[in-house]
């Protein structure tokens, strides 16, 4: 057989193209769970971490350094088989969800943190001298400025969330990879693999692009 007919077999693509999209699906739903529920869970963990009590704060430090150092896949893994022998039972779907949350909380929370202590010191005395709350400080004054800075990592977090989705397959999920693997093992080859890769470059490479663009233009505004 040649390259072609190995690697990028038309037929075959055709063939698994319909199973791919159903994969693309799952893979979409489960990158904006995780996102979305990762993204605010961390901006509390930050905040605790850099504003509330001692022990709080040694506790979210500890979670941050365990979720950021464990991959992916052994969080996933945990959650999906050991909470079972304590009595939990969870689908795989939210399973996946939970295991995405937790780690993305834990990386989203450290870019909010130094995004946060970027913002002048200045700010917060200006504000308390105005009268302003702490509160009020963060959420009209230091907030607004830091979610500006930390855009572009955070936009590099959502490309590396939606890749990890294809962790999801060890829980028993159909996410994109794991339709691409059983395509490639019905019709025995290795196209449809080709395949789940072009689409997860043509679904994340705008994201990329972004991420480059931002970066772009929030640098020339420092320099102003």
């Known amino acids: 057989m040649t390259l072609l007919d190995t690697f990028f077999n038309l037929g075959v693509l055709g063939d698994a193209f319909p199973a791919l999209l159903r994969g693309l699906v799952n893979t979409f739903l489960l990158g904006i769970a995780g996102i979305g529920f990762g993204i605010p869970c961390g901006l509390v963990i930050g905040l605790l971490r850099l504003y509330g009590p001692k022990p709080l ?3 979210t430090v500890f979670y941050i350094d365990i979720f950021r150092a464990t991959p992916m896949l052994v969080v996933l893994m945990l959650i999906y088989f050991a909470l079972p022998f304590i009595g ?87 996410e994109l990879m794991k339709e691409g693997l059983d ?25 990329v692009r972004l991420v480059n663009l931002l970066e772009k233009k929030f640098s020339k505004e420092k320099k102003r």
């Open 88 to 174: 939990i039972r969870l689908s795989s779907w939210t399973c996946a969800i939970l295991a995405f949350t937790i780690v993305m909380a834990a990386y989203m929370a450290e870019v909010f943190r130094s995004g946060i202590e970027s913002i002048p010191k200045g700010q917060f005395e200006a504000a308390a001298a105005l009268g302003l709350s702490f509160i009020v400080t963060l959420r009209k004054v230091v907030l607004p400025q830091a979610v500006r800075i930390v855009i572009p990592p955070t936009t590099n977090n959502c490309v590396s969330m939606f890749k990890d989705t294809s962790l999801a397959s060890t829980v028993a999920l159909a």
């Open 183 to 207: 395509a490639q093992a019905l019709y025995a080859n290795p196209t449809p693999l080709i395949g789940a890769a072009l689409i997860y470059i043509a679904f994340l490479w705008p994201m």
């Open 57 to 59: 704060r040694y506790a």
